[in-house]
């Protein structure tokens, strides 16, 4: 379950992504699986050869995409999730989620 974003923020992530733009969306979130994470970003584009550049620039696999239909997406988490957002600029992601 999602925290910590509002539906105005979710509905332009999805936009993004469905107009090809690579875009991220980070928010609260628990996963017994992964101890010690509380947040996740979400880096989004409808345009998988688009997504799987953008993800090979960070050393991510493209089997890493979760295929979704609408909106496929890199989960970033723990030290890569702040690696990531520090190096595309993403400020106020660190802030906001204490990354």
Same mark, same amino acid.
């Given at each position: 379950?999602?925290?910590?974003?509002?539906?105005?923020?979710?509905?332009?992530?999805?936009?993004?992504?469905?107009?090809?733009?690579?875009?991220?969306?980070?928010?609260?979130?628990?996963?017994? @699986?992964? =101890?010690?994470?509380?947040?996740?970003?979400?880096? #989004?584009?409808?345009?998988?050869?688009? %997504?799987?550049?953008? /993800?090979?620039?960070?050393?991510?696999?493209?089997?890493?995409?979760? @295929?979704? =239909?609408?909106?496929?997406?890199?989960?970033?988490? #723990?030290?890569?999730?702040?690696?990531? %957002?520090?190096?595309? /600029?993403?400020?106020?992601?660190?802030?906001?989620?204490?990354?």
């Amino acid at each position: 379950m999602a925290f910590g974003i509002d539906r105005n923020e979710l509905k332009k992530w999805k936009k993004d992504v469905s107009n090809g733009k690579v875009s991220f969306l980070t928010h609260y979130w628990m996963d017994a @699986r992964f =101890p010690g994470c509380y947040s996740v970003t979400k880096v #989004g584009c409808n345009d998988i050869e688009k %997504l799987t550049n953008w /993800g090979e620039t960070h050393n991510l696999q493209p089997q890493w995409i979760h @295929r979704d =239909p609408n909106y496929p997406h890199f989960d970033l988490f #723990g030290d890569r999730q702040k690696r990531i %957002l520090a190096e595309e /600029g993403k400020w106020n992601q660190i802030k906001k989620f204490n990354l």
